[in-house]
């Protein structure tokens, strides 16, 4: 979490580490800091609250100066407060700091601190920095000499940038956590994540765990840990910048459900031919040697990962999914035979870096199966492969999603053909794979669809929200109710269908409503599920396709997708569980795009 940028170049650095503030504003919205140095001095402006507190702050002010940096926080250590917020200093204003991590030897380093005088602003682990690098710019040593001592005593996980009073050069080093550079025509960046540069540059060299940058007026230097000179591929990220931005929609979250049928054609192209999945990732053959499938995710992702072990299970392939924050405490046995599937949208989120780490020391392949090109994920598996959905700002994620699910698709394939399976999977693989290419178009009729609006005030008084589901229905109804509570902060929690009866029927009242996604498949079990629900005095809306006559004749209220393969409705029917959500939560007046207490780039443990 968090977001850091800095910025040296020709021409003042102010507006531009602003805008990068705002772009990356959805890593983390406690409070927000800048600091520019200019002449051999640093100025430091923070506040509490978003980024506009800080422009609000900022307004008046004259801080020429064309290097600097900027942070945006996600509280961790100190609550969210003005002293908390990044850039944090040392004693005599010498040095800056923007940080994004979390420092585990603070408490030492700043009791050590303490003792030979240091004086301490904040309850952050954070300040522990300049303090360290200003007592050995103390002791004489260069600015970047100073930066590479301080970063020794470190323990934990950073990305760091420092600017020093004596320098318009600034210092950068990631470790654990990302950093990427941005090289523009009279400006170089570096910062947590690239739409922070993107409106002044879409070229980018992404850091490496321990890379050390410099970046001066006149261009960069990556070293590493020793000092010694690195070569890093320049690359050109193909994101627009106006992706980025909001456009005429009130919220990305809106605008994300829109883009879905894009982001899925961007997914999807190229990659079938002749009805095979195609994936230049894995040519043909190579994963005739997996007999086992096991998939680590959080949250959205981890929904993303269910669907797709269903879908690799009807491939015939043996699939299990796992938690990632929970993998390495029971972790499942790897072996040679075995592709561990990292699914994250970012590729930077730490638990799943972590469960990644633990299954590259095992005989088992690993795949990440991410967003982010240059990720930490992408980088550090055997394999990767882009959902290719285009950057995604909502907290809550949505385009994501179904992008995810879709690659996850074109996997099965890959697997059937690749395993020879023949038979019942190849067909029904088949069929998948055909309805893929009528997906986003029906996603379309979807996204465009008044239903939900109507259904989220007509059902906004309810005490509870109750997703249930079956087969594929069953993470759409874990993810429907996680984006419900995630941004309209009401009380909503996900079933598989069959286990209301086991326990959560008892919560069930005539103020409770069940959302139940229906796919074609089994839909008379689930209307079992729905009518227990009902003769506790529960209203329901169904989601599904248009002709499911039965469900349509039972539930109070029917949201319906069109006619698809049922392993596919139910990316159909979380289209309008994503637009429930988003309706209620508008309603609610809540803040869509930046949930309290959530960000959208997990990068602690
Ligand atoms: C869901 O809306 C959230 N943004 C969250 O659950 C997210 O999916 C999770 O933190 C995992 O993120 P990742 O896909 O970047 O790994």
Redesign the pocket.
Not at 233 to 258: L, T
Not at 448 to 468: I, K, N, Q, T, V
């Given at each position: 979490m968090c977001g850091i940028i800095a910025r040296v170049g020709n021409g003042g650095a102010l507006e531009e580490l602003m805008a990068g503030l705002e772009n990356l504003e959805y890593r983390g919205y406690d409070s927000a800091g800048i600091a520019i140095q200019s002449g051999g001095t640093i100025e430091v402006c923070k506040r509490e609250g978003e980024t506009s507190e800080l422009r609000a702050a900022l307004e008046g002010r004259s801080l020429p100066g064309n290097s600097g940096l900027g942070h945006t926080r996600w509280s961790t250590h100190g609550r969210p407060s003005d002293a908390n917020a990044h850039p944090h200093t040392d004693c005599q204003n010498r040095v800056a700091v923007a940080h994004n991590g979390i420092i585990q030897n603070h408490g030492s380093l700043r009791a050590e601190l303490r003792e030979r005088g240091h004086r301490f602003e904040s309850e952050t682990d954070t300040e522990v920095v300049p303090h360290l690098i200003a007592e050995e710019l103390d002791l004489g040593m260069s600015p970047e000499a100073a930066f590479r001592a301080a970063v020794d005593r470190l323990e934990g996980s950073y990305a760091l940038a420092v600017t020093i009073d004596s320098t318009e050069t600034v210092f950068a080093t990631r470790h654990g956590s990302p950093l990427v550079l941005g090289v523009g025509y009279d400006a170089t960046y570096v910062a947590s994540d690239a739409p922070a540069f993107l409106d002044f540059t879409d070229t980018v060299v992404y850091l490496e765990e321990d890379d050390y940058v410099a970046i001066a007026p006149d261009g960069y230097r990556i070293t590493d840990a020793s000092g010694t000179p690195l070569e890093r591929p320049v690359e050109s990220i193909n994101w627009d910048a106006g992706d980025a931005q909001k456009g005429a929609y009130s919220h990305f979250m809106r605008k994300e459900i829109d883009e879905q049928p894009v982001a899925l054609r961007q997914a999807l192209e190229g990659r079938i031919e002749d009805g095979t999945a195609t994936l230049e990732q894995f040519p043909p053959g190579s994963l005739s040697d997996i007999e086992h499938v096991v998939f680590v995710?959080?949250?959205?992702?981890?929904?993303?990962a269910m669907y797709g072990s269903v879908l690799l299970r009807r491939a015939g392939v043996t699939a299990t999914v796992a938690r990632?924050n929970e993998f390495a405490y029971d972790p499942t046995p790897l072996d040679d035979r075995t592709l561990v599937i990292?699914?994250?949208?970012?590729?930077?989120?730490a638990?799943?870096l972590a469960a990644l780490r633990v299954a590259a020391g095992s005989p088992s392949r690993t795949l990440a199966v991410?967003?982010?090109v240059g990720s930490t994920?992408a980088r550090e598996a055997d394999h990767s492969l882009f959902i290719q959905a285009g950057p995604e700002i909502?907290?809550?994620?949505?385009k994501?999603?179904s992008s995810?699910v879709a690659t996850l698709a074109l996997l099965a394939g890959r697997f059937v053909a690749d395993r020879d399976s023949g038979g019942d999977s190849t067909d029904r693989i088949g069929r998948v794979l055909d309805g893929l290419d009528r997906l986003p178009a029906a996603v379309e009729t979807v996204v465009g669809s008044a239903g939900p609006e109507a259904l989220a005030r007509e059902f906004s008084d309810a005490s509870s929200y109750f997703f249930l589901g079956r087969g594929v229905g069953y993470p759409v109804a874990l993810?429907g109710a996680?984006?419900f509570k995630?941004?309209t902060y009401d009380h909503a929690e996900g079933f598989a269908a069959g286990e209301l009866k086991h326990g959560p029927l008892a919560l069930v009242t005539e103020d409770t409503v069940i959302v139940a996604v229906f796919t074609g498949r089994h839909d008379e079990k689930t209307l079992h599920n729905v009518r227990e629900a009902q003769s506790r005095g529960a209203s329901v809306i169904g989601v599904g396709p248009e002709s499911a006559v039965a469900a349509r004749d039972t539930v109070e209220e029917y949201l319906s997708v069109p006619a698809l393969e049922p392993e596919l409705v139910g990316v159909l029917a979380n289209v309008h569980l994503q637009l429930l959500a988003y309706h209620a939560a508008a309603i609610r007046g809540r803040s869509i795009d930046k949930p309290r207490n959530?960000?959208?780039?997990?990068t602690v443990e």
């Amino acid at each position: 979490m968090c977001g850091i940028i800095a910025r040296v170049g020709n021409g003042g650095a102010l507006e531009e580490l602003m805008a990068g503030l705002e772009n990356l504003e959805y890593r983390g919205y406690d409070s927000a800091g800048i600091a520019i140095q200019s002449g051999g001095t640093i100025e430091v402006c923070k506040r509490e609250g978003e980024t506009s507190e800080l422009r609000a702050a900022l307004e008046g002010r004259s801080l020429p100066g064309n290097s600097g940096l900027g942070h945006t926080r996600w509280s961790t250590h100190g609550r969210p407060s003005d002293a908390n917020a990044h850039p944090h200093t040392d004693c005599q204003n010498r040095v800056a700091v923007a940080h994004n991590g979390i420092i585990q030897n603070h408490g030492s380093l700043r009791a050590e601190l303490r003792e030979r005088g240091h004086r301490f602003e904040s309850e952050t682990d954070t300040e522990v920095v300049p303090h360290l690098i200003a007592e050995e710019l103390d002791l004489g040593m260069s600015p970047e000499a100073a930066f590479r001592a301080a970063v020794d005593r470190l323990e934990g996980s950073y990305a760091l940038a420092v600017t020093i009073d004596s320098t318009e050069t600034v210092f950068a080093t990631r470790h654990g956590s990302p950093l990427v550079l941005g090289v523009g025509y009279d400006a170089t960046y570096v910062a947590s994540d690239a739409p922070a540069f993107l409106d002044f540059t879409d070229t980018v060299v992404y850091l490496e765990e321990d890379d050390y940058v410099a970046i001066a007026p006149d261009g960069y230097r990556i070293t590493d840990a020793s000092g010694t000179p690195l070569e890093r591929p320049v690359e050109s990220i193909n994101w627009d910048a106006g992706d980025a931005q909001k456009g005429a929609y009130s919220h990305f979250m809106r605008k994300e459900i829109d883009e879905q049928p894009v982001a899925l054609r961007q997914a999807l192209e190229g990659r079938i031919e002749d009805g095979t999945a195609t994936l230049e990732q894995f040519p043909p053959g190579s994963l005739s040697d997996i007999e086992h499938v096991v998939f680590v995710a959080c949250g959205t992702s981890y929904h993303a990962a269910m669907y797709g072990s269903v879908l690799l299970r009807r491939a015939g392939v043996t699939a299990t999914v796992a938690r990632s924050n929970e993998f390495a405490y029971d972790p499942t046995p790897l072996d040679d035979r075995t592709l561990v599937i990292a699914v994250t949208q970012s590729g930077e989120t730490a638990d799943t870096l972590a469960a990644l780490r633990v299954a590259a020391g095992s005989p088992s392949r690993t795949l990440a199966v991410t967003n982010v090109v240059g990720s930490t994920a992408a980088r550090e598996a055997d394999h990767s492969l882009f959902i290719q959905a285009g950057p995604e700002i909502g907290v809550a994620a949505t385009k994501t999603f179904s992008s995810q699910v879709a690659t996850l698709a074109l996997l099965a394939g890959r697997f059937v053909a690749d395993r020879d399976s023949g038979g019942d999977s190849t067909d029904r693989i088949g069929r998948v794979l055909d309805g893929l290419d009528r997906l986003p178009a029906a996603v379309e009729t979807v996204v465009g669809s008044a239903g939900p609006e109507a259904l989220a005030r007509e059902f906004s008084d309810a005490s509870s929200y109750f997703f249930l589901g079956r087969g594929v229905g069953y993470p759409v109804a874990l993810e429907g109710a996680l984006k419900f509570k995630e941004i309209t902060y009401d009380h909503a929690e996900g079933f598989a269908a069959g286990e209301l009866k086991h326990g959560p029927l008892a919560l069930v009242t005539e103020d409770t409503v069940i959302v139940a996604v229906f796919t074609g498949r089994h839909d008379e079990k689930t209307l079992h599920n729905v009518r227990e629900a009902q003769s506790r005095g529960a209203s329901v809306i169904g989601v599904g396709p248009e002709s499911a006559v039965a469900a349509r004749d039972t539930v109070e209220e029917y949201l319906s997708v069109p006619a698809l393969e049922p392993e596919l409705v139910g990316v159909l029917a979380n289209v309008h569980l994503q637009l429930l959500a988003y309706h209620a939560a508008a309603i609610r007046g809540r803040s869509i795009d930046k949930p309290r207490n959530l960000a959208k780039s997990v990068t602690v443990e």
